[in-house]
């Protein structure tokens, strides 16, 4: 995309971004309601409406930072849906399951914008006033597949650590848990390190996967 400039670079991005971290956490507490627990539907939180998941950090700036640094991954989150385990018959388990539901939600994501992206590229030839929409199709599928493989890292608050706490014995379970009450700086301290300090290992890790599912969905 690199005959864009940055201002049709963000028109390009904003709207699968914002999607991505919105129906991520939506579909956390549609699980969660869908378990016993109704905390995210009492405070309004399941809504497509990404005013009410905004998180000036991680919806706006992270990924608008790492557009700037040609980073090759785009990556961003919203505001936590909150959750109350003790409303669920089986805690860890159950957990485990909502903590799944966004990165399904970013895969499904994924596949929809892949579609998008192989009709709107169909239509261009007659109809060129779509190709800006065929390379929105292609960001879509880019930031879910990201998101749907960075939050799958088995470390607290990601949800590959919630599920990690699920599925491990008790007395593991409960060291690998602690590790959260440091909320979102340790992931956050990580993408950092690993994209300032050794961006060669972060493309190492997460480039290969990325880049064979995205061109998967897209066909290239």
Do not use: C
């Not at 790492?66 to 018959?89: D, E, M, Q």
């Amino acid at each position: 995309m690199g005959q864009f400039n940055l201002i049709q670079l963000i028109i390009i991005w904003a709207p699968p971004v914002l999607f991505a971290i919105t129906l991520h956490e939506v579909a956390h507490g549609w699980v969660a309601r869908r378990l016993g627990d109704p905390t995210a539907m009492m405070l309004g939180r399941l809504t497509v409406n990404p005013l009410k998941h905004i998180d000036p950090i991680g919806t706006v700036i992270a990924p608008v930072v790492l557009l700037l640094l040609h980073s090759p991954f785009i990556l961003g989150w919203a505001k936590p849906v909150p959750i109350s385990p003790r409303n669920f018959k089986n805690p860890r388990r159950d957990m485990a399951v909502v903590a799944v539901a966004g990165p399904v939600a970013n895969l499904i994501m994924a596949v929809i914008w892949a579609l998008i992206s192989h009709g709107a590229a169909l239509l261009t030839v007659a109809l060129p006033w779509l190709a800006p929409l065929a390379y929105m199709g292609v960001a879509g599928v880019l930031i879910n597949v990201a998101l749907f493989i960075f939050n799958l890292i088995p470390i607290p608050p990601l949800d590959g650590g919630r599920v990690l706490v699920g599925i491990l014995p008790r007395n593991l379970a409960n060291k690998v848990d602690s590790i959260e009450r440091f909320g979102p700086f340790i992931p956050l301290a990580v993408l950092m390190l690993l994209l300032f300090v050794f961006p060669r290992l972060l493309s190492s890790i997460l480039g290969p996967p990325i880049a064979w599912l995205s061109q998967l969905l897209l066909g290239g």
